[in-house]
């Protein structure tokens, strides 16, 4: 039981690091027989059962670096049952960065409303005051383009105030 917890100690620390997503764990360079892996990832030991994982997603989430400009920062999500795509991706956006280099795109309180993909159109549901933050700085709204624009299956995003269209986007290249 504490080397089972070691274990776990060990990958949900190391996993923590930017683009860390698993850990192998060996004795002097070789893996320990009486085990089934020696392979961890962080979703193996949380305490939610894997087995609610749907599958995993890796996207390039953008973020404003410290010259305001935005870069792609790769991030591996879950997804769980009832989840969509595009719905952890804006969370993952909304949680922001992993690395310290780079800064959040959004305020805490800023609020989605919804999010869903009809046909090739990303619709992007903000309260008023989150609206105000995207029409203010387009490092905001082009972050959640590019980002949700990632998907094979989106090719634009359209920004709606609670309900009301105000415009629409793609990606920039």
């Given amino acids: 039981m504490d080397l089972t917890l070691a274990d776990y100690c060990v990958t949900l620390s190391l996993t923590q690091i930017p683009n860390i997503y698993a850990v192998r764990i060996t004795v002097a360079g070789q893996d320990l027989a009486y085990r089934d892996t020696n392979r961890f990832m962080a979703g193996d030991v949380l305490l939610s059962s894997t087995d609610d994982v ?46 310290e280099d780079l800064q959040p795109l959004v305020p805490e309180d800023f609020d989605v409303l919804s999010v869903r993909v009809e046909n090739g159109i990303c619709y992007l549901n903000l309260s008023e005051t989150a609206a105000e933050t995207v029409a203010d700085d387009s490092k905001a709204g082009y972050g959640f383009v590019n980002s949700l624009c990632e998907l094979e299956d989106v090719d634009e995003v359209w920004f709606f105030t609670e309900g009301e269209y105000q415009s629409g986007y793609t990606p920039v290249q």
């Fill in 54 to 99: 749907v599958r995993t997603l890796t996207v390039q989430l953008y973020f404003p670096n410290a010259d305001g400009q935005l870069v792609p920062e790769e991030h591996l999500l879950s997804l769980y049952e009832g989840q969509t795509r595009v719905g952890v991706i804006v969370d993952a956006l909304l949680k922001g960065p992993e690395s």
